[in-house]
């Protein structure tokens, strides 16, 4: 039935937008607006919060419980693990954002806290491009995983629905309309948090090819782009887990190491390693205070807080239901504290490093040319990473690699989202059949370039936060069932060890007691025949 239900809003969704697409995309961004303006104090405690309960349950004493069963051993290996976890949650966005993030914040320092274009400005874009893709997004991702992960593995439910891990509060109204409605709450939610990361991939790929073979830049590029690309995530969503996405994000990671090593040698290296010491300084250091800033006696500064931050927590929450399935999916065995340590510190780590690497360098080169990657950045998003590749040697070559890079990022992440999707929408199946994932991989496609079509980045935007906004109210009821079955479970568990250990130490009573009687007597001491229990 869910499956069915979520199939029909998806087609309802798709062809509003081919029939009406200029509406459309005016009422999607007018309702978008309406929610930044009046909920966007709901996004902030919501991304401060789960960041707290994260960081708390990774060194509570619930941090030793295995996902799985006590003696389980992790299904891939901590580099396969890292690399699928990274393009799930990143990939694209991070190749997207990367230049034109920062150079955006250096050109119009964020609630105009600094001077455009100088070493301050430098240093807020830096620690603002920090905040926005580092610890809060992964904190979500690695809640909402863990609770997906602790009911399927640790209890035994074997399933990859967001409704299972409502359990403690639902009880067995999981199973009916209520539990079925959450479902397709979290299914519409991450269709539309995929199919904006994959509308984000075809702009940055249609702005590559624009730039490097000169093709005409449009919708009609950006169509053919979503058509070859599909066909190719479909196909990898045939193959099992550990061939196709496995395989995809290993070779995805190894490409953006080499990207980020190269621009590393032949940028301004010692300015990009200082960059990156000084910046995640500065990035913990205010991470408090950002976390909770609203601009309240500022009203003036609440458009840049819609524009930026509270646009990405929107898009964060709205992938929280994909990324953390998919995570789930592929965590079995690891500890909650190996789960939520890795989850937020590596893709954090080399967030970093990317944006110190790139940002860095693109601070250097906007100066030199006075300004003009800044101004294109601001008016192109997509096409920042390709003109700040075009200043530097093999420029032909790097450009290539990352169209490329974007690619398999494009196919990894919806093959990962077919399997999500199919597993949410035929009852949380970890192995959905081929037939329901390329179904959705096909309306995963339509969903993009009707986002595209209706308006492009901006209707991306538009489209996650309206979706984020009935899932955030979700995702706290989530935290809350997943903190109250790790107390139940854990005292449980607590209580069987003590009920053993008594058990134990009266066997041992009766038995030294036995001994003491045989050696009263002057009988042999040999094996008690006492330890039986009455």
């Known amino acids: 039935m869910v499956f069915y239900v979520t199939i029909a809003i998806s087609v309802v969704f798709v062809l509003c937008g081919v029939l009406f697409t200029e509406p459309f995309g005016a009422a999607l961004g007018a309702l ?45 290996g901590r580099f396969a693990w890292f690399a699928m976890l990274f393009q799930a949650g990143m990939g694209i966005g991070l190749v ?45 991702y690695a809640v909402v995983g863990l609770a997906v992960a602790y009911f399927s593995f ?27 409605a959450i479902d397709v709450l979290a299914i519409f939610a991450t269709l539309v948090g995929v199919a904006g990361s994959l509308g984000s991939g075809t702009l940055q790929i249609d702005a590559g090819l624009s730039q490097v073979f000169g093709l005409p830049s449009g919708l009609g590029l950006q169509l053919g782009i ?56 500065n990035y913990l250091a205010n991470i408090v205070p950002q976390s909770f800033y609203m ?86 998003p997509a096409g920042a990473l390709f003109e700040f590749i075009a200043q530097y040697p093999f420029a032909l070559a790097a450009s290539l690699l990352a169209i490329f890079l974007v690619w398999i990022f494009f196919v990894a992440g919806a093959d990962a989202g077919t399997i999500v999707l199919g597993s949410m929408s035929t009852g949380g199946s970890l192995n959905p059949q081929t037939w329901v994932k390329l179904t959705w991989g096909v309306i995963m496609a339509a969903f993009a370039a009707i986002m595209l079509a209706a308006g492009g980045l901006d209707a991306i935007i538009s ?12 995702m706290i009821a989530i935290a809350y069932s997943l903190f109250k079955a790790l107390r139940t479970d854990y005292r449980e568990e607590r209580k069987q060890l003590q009920e053993i250990m008594a058990y134990d130490n009266k066997v041992d ?15 042999p001491v040999g094996q008690s025949t006492a330890s039986r229990d009455d």
């Not at 914040?105 to 905040?131: D, I, M, N, Q, W």
């Not at 550990?242 to 190269?262: D, H, M, P, R």
Request: hydrophobic fraction near 50%; charged fraction near 15%; aromatic fraction near 14%.
């Open 509 to 523: 009573k009766r038995q030294m007691e036995e001994i003491m009687r045989r050696r009263e007597a002057g009988e």
């Open 96 to 140: 997207f954002w990367g230049v034109a993030e920062p150079l955006s914040h250096y050109a119009e320092p964020p609630l105009g806290l600094e001077e455009p274009r100088t070493a301050g400005a430098a240093s807020l874009a830096l620690r603002t491009a920090f905040f926005h893709w580092c610890l809060h997004p992964w904190a979500m």
């Open 226 to 281: 979503i058509a070859v690309t599909g066909v190719a995530y479909m196909l990898s969503a045939s193959t099992p887990v550990e061939k196709g996405v496995n395989f995809l994000s290993q070779a995805s990671i190894y490409l953006a190491f080499f990207l980020v090593a190269y621009f590393l040698v032949v940028g301004p290296t010692l300015l990009q390693l200082n960059a990156f010491t000084q910046e995640t300084g």
């Open 463 to 474: 489209s996650q936060i309206i979706a984020a906004t009935p899932f955030g109210v979700l």
């Open 32 to 76: 978008a607006g309406g929610i930044t303006t009046g909920l966007g104090w709901m996004y902030m405690l919501i991304t401060a919060f789960f960041l707290a309960f994260a960081i708390y349950l990774a060194f509570s004493r619930y941090g030793k419980i295995r996902l799985g069963k006590p003696d389980e051993k992790p299904e891939f």
């Open 295 to 380: 601009s309240a006696y500022r009203p003036g500064e609440s458009a840049w807080l819609g524009s930026w931050t509270i646009f990405f927590w929107a898009t964060w929450i709205a992938w929280a239901p994909y990324v953390g399935a998919f995570i789930a999916r592929i965590s079995r065995g690891r500890t909650i504290r190996e789960f939520i340590v890795g989850v937020l510190v590596a893709p954090s780590l080399f967030s970093m490093v990317w944006f110190s690497v790139f940002g860095g360098a693109a601070f250097q080169v906007d100066d030199r040319l006075g300004g003009d990657i800044s101004e294109g950045a601001a008016a192109d």
């Open 154 to 180: 640790r209890r035994g439910m074997n399933s990859l629905k967001i409704s299972t891990v409502l359990y403690p509060l639902l009880g067995d109204r999981v199973n009916g309309p209520i539990g079925k």
